[in-house]
């Protein structure tokens, strides 16, 4: 008997809550269902696709396209993932969220076409959304890669330009040990005979050997494209054309302008399907958000949201923090899954935090707030047990509880840094709703 045989769950959450206990595999690697799947629902772009992959900067990268896209008059279709609050995040149309009966009726679709097909959770709402948006007729579809690129369901299709922005450790148990081979399993998205920009300054030797041998137009920063600039302002060079006095990338962070000028790489590929201006890429860059990258919210103390899960990320932050100015204190709202590189993502920000406000997350495979303390104090973080302690670790149930105790605390001039994982951002996000904008 087949899931045909009981009707279909009537609103988006009953459905999203079907799909995340059907499959007996949270991840389970491979193409061939979900391209059958495809198939059926015979899924086809009348437009350009852009594909990105990367450890980190997937989000930043296909924000800044959607923005700058759209500022040049572009219907633009965005997959996205993960979300923070509402799944609807996830799909954007022409700059809006889809909505629950857009959702609903794309995951009928998948429903009356998969039959005994298996798919996980996120197999099906990925070809759920790559069928809303082949159905809405955009101009342009910019998809992000979930976890890797060569066995992402995303791969089932195959994009006009493919971006990896950067390759780092992360998702070993999927992807492999070494940069070399976790850059071969990013190189998975590129094509014969299509464009294929790296925004990483030293890719791995198996991502260029990948793209040689199967004939993609590799496109390699520092060799293909570059960019300089000042503190006013930066200028992006490419194979044919030049772009100058662009405004810095509304998205703060040390690594956003790598971001930002893989991205115009894969406009300049795309000049001749996709004309865009200069002023659309000025305002693009300077207009376009994205909720927890780096993102510092208004008022006393100072709140940084960042999604950083990984050393590389992590990284990224602790360089961020130090580029911000002198603040007292500095507290954190910390939780992670169990199966990140804890040490490594401690090892950057160790020396950055005053005070650790550890969080459980709400999903069996999240590190226990207890399990974080141990990390934290065998990396050699030493709490001060007196009143007026400069060190502390401190564990909590939330995010919320978490953030609502580093509030309590926070002097107006300090700042508080809540990061490690979407969940342990979305936790405080909510706890902060409706002041969050």
Known sequence: MTSQASPNPSTLNEWLALLEQRHFKQIDMGLDRVMQ??????????????????????????AMLESILMRAGYRVGLYIKPHFLHFNERARISGDMASDA????AFNAVEAQ??????????????????LLADAKQDVVILEVGLGGRLDAVNVVDAD??????????????????REEIGFEKAGIFRPGKVAVCGDPMPPQSLIDHAEKIGADLWLMGRDYNYQGDKQQWAYGGRGMRRNSLAYPSLRGANQILNASAALAA?????????????????????????????????????????????????????????????PYTYAV???????????????????????????????????????????????????????????????????AAYANALSRAGENDRIVVFGSFLTVAGVMQARRPGLH
């Not at 998969?114 to 069928?131: Q, V």
């Open 37 to 62: 799947v495809k198939q059926k629902l015979d899924i086809k772009f009348d437009c350009p696709v852009i594909m990105v992959a990367g450890t980190n900067g997937k989000g930043s990268t296909c």
């Open 102 to 105: 857009q959702l609903i009726a």
């Open 114 to 131: 998969r039959g005994d097909i298996s798919l996980t959770y996120f197999e099906f709402t990925t070809l759920a959304i790559m069928k």
């Open 161 to 178: 330009v493919s971006i990896v922005t950067s390759i780092d450790i992360d998702h070993t148990e999927y992807l492999g040990e070494t």
């Open 267 to 327: 406009l300049e590929s795309l000049r001749e399907v996709l004309p865009v201006g200069a002023q659309e890429v000025r305002t693009g860059l300077a207009t376009v958000e994205l909720p927890g990258r780096f993102q510092v919210l208004p008022g006393q103390p100072l709140v940084i949201l960042d999604v950083a899960h990984n050393p590389h990320a992590a990284a990224t932050l602790g360089q961020n923090l130090d580029n911000m100015g002198f603040h």
């Open 334 to 400: 910390f939780g992670s899954m169990l199966d990140k590189d804890i040490e490594g993502v401690i090892g950057h920000l160790k020396d950055k935090i005053d005070h650790w406000c550890v969080t459980d997350l709400p999903l069996p495979r999240a590190a226990t707030a207890q399990q974080l303390k141990e990390v934290l104090l065998g990396a050699g973080v030493e709490p001060e047990f007196r009143r007026d302690a400069a060190r502390s670790i401190e564990t909590f149930d939330t995010p919320a």
